[in-house]
Nanobody, 124 residues
Framework: QVRLMESGGGLVHPGGSLRLSCAAS????????VGWFRQAPGKEREFVSS????????NHASSVAGRFTISRDNTKNTVFLQMNSLKPEDTAVYYC?????????????????WGQGTQVTVSS
C-alpha cells in the first residue's frame, strides 16, 4: 500500500488561494487514481478532485470546478491541489487518497490508502 502525507493547509481569507500537496512513499502515483476528499464539521466526507495516474484524466466536484486544479510532479511523486477563489464553505479537513489501477471514481470505498488530513480554514 502506498503511504500518503498531505501538507499545505492553513488559514486563508475568502477569495484567497492555497496549494495542498500529497506526497507518496512506497509506491508510484503512475499506478494510482489519486483523489482529494474533504470533511467539514458535522458533515460527511465528500469527493473534491481526482487525477488518474495512467491516463492523466482529471475530475472535479461541481462545487469546486473552475476554482480548483489538480496536478502532479512525477519526479517528486507528489500530487497538488491548487485552490483558488476560496470560500468559507471550503473550510474542511482535506484528505488525499489513492485507488490502485482505477481511472475514475468518486466513491471513497475504492480508495484504500489515505493520508492523515490537513485543515483548511477560510475565514475573514
Amino acid at each position: 500500500q502506498v503511504r500518503l502525507m498531505e501538507s499545505g493547509g492553513g488559514l486563508v481569507h475568502p477569495g484567497g488561494s492555497l496549494r495542498l500537496s500529497c506526497a507518496a512513499s512506497g509506491g508510484s502515483f503512475s499506478d494510482y487514481l489519486v483523489g482529494w476528499f474533504r470533511q467539514a464539521p458535522g458533515k460527511e466526507r465528500e469527493f473534491v478532485s481526482s487525477l488518474a495516474g495512467g491516463s492523466g484524466r482529471t475530475n472535479h466536484a461541481s462545487s469546486v470546478a473552475g476554482r480548483f486544479t489538480i496536478s502532479r510532479d512525477n519526479t517528486k511523486n507528489t500530487v497538488f491541489l491548487q485552490m483558488n477563489s476560496l470560500k468559507p464553505e471550503d473550510t474542511a479537513v482535506y484528505y488525499c487518497a489513492a485507488a490502485w489501477k482505477f481511472d475514475y471514481s468518486e466513491y471513497e470505498g475504492d480508495f484504500k490508502s489515505w493520508g492523515q488530513g490537513t485543515q483548511v480554514t477560510v475565514s475573514s
